[in-house]
């Protein structure tokens, strides 16, 4: 028997593992992730990863406000600013009455990062602006409300430069979102509330599986995935973490 797979005459199920027919009336067996109903807030969910998060949480039932510096569809921040951030958070606690997970994927692409200013304090400083202190912004404005409410799931998207050199810019700005990260979820350890991160290698829509000395590639929808265990119920007992997505740095160790 495939372990995906059941007999319709055999089925039992409780908990979160549940069984739907296909076309061919097989049985099969899918997690429910438990996030009808919650409310998640994606900042950057017009971005390449951030679009992928938001479609993925909805096919799970979970309201999503896409959150982005413009938008028609959703909800205006700025990450960078801390006045757009928490009007946009009132906002969203206006009109939902709750807040259940956030998912910060705003940040320029790496791609947008000048090689020849690898070195350059300003490229870097403004590298951390727009990537770790944006996350930093948004967690820190969002959890006050998770911590009251005892439960929260806050995830942030870091990138696997963070474990290599190259560029300083590019290293910097992910390893300071970890580093940001794991104080804020050691801040609010036993209250309810996580905080995660997730760091992909190079996304594309059409991965290359073989992985060569460094990071492996993988698909936004995979980020997605991941991201939707974190954000929901079944995640709770994960948090702190830095996990990659797409093989993590083949020919290195990390503890």
Do not use: W
């Amino acid at each position: 028997m495939d372990a995906d797979r059941l007999d319709a005459s055999s089925q039992t199920t409780s908990g979160p593992l549940g069984f739907s027919a296909s076309a061919g009336g097989t049985i099969v067996a899918c997690m429910d992730l438990e996030l009808k109903g919650r409310v998640v807030l994606v900042v950057g969910a017009t971005g390449f990863i951030g679009s992928a998060v938001a479609a993925r949480l909805r096919t799970e039932g979970a309201t999503v406000v896409a959150a982005s510096r413009h938008t028609s569809d959703g909800v205006v921040m700025d990450a960078r600013d801390d006045v757009s951030v928490r009007d946009g958070l009132e906002r969203v606690l206006r009109e939902h009455g709750r807040l259940d997970a956030v998912v910060v994927t705003a940040a320029p692409a790496a791609q947008t990062l000048d090689p020849s200013r690898s070195s350059d304090p300003d490229q870097v400083l403004e590298a951390v602006e727009t990537k770790s202190l944006a996350f930093l912004r948004v967690a820190g404005a969002v959890l006050p409300t998770m911590t009251d409410a005892g439960y929260g799931r806050v995830v942030g998207v870091s990138g696997q430069n963070a474990f290599t050199t190259g560029s300083i810019a590019g290293s910097v700005r992910n390893a300071a979102l970890i580093i940001a990260a794991k104080n804020l979820a050691d801040q609010v350890a036993g209250t309810g509330v996580t905080v995660n991160t997730v760091s992909p290698g190079i996304v594309s829509t059409d991965p290359d599986r073989a992985v060569a000395h460094g990071g492996g590639q993988c698909t936004p929808d995979e980020i997605a995935d991941l991201i939707a265990f974190l954000v929901s119920p079944l995640g709770g007992g994960v948090s702190g973490e830095s996990i990659a997505v797409g093989h993590r740095m083949r020919g290195t160790t990390g503890l």
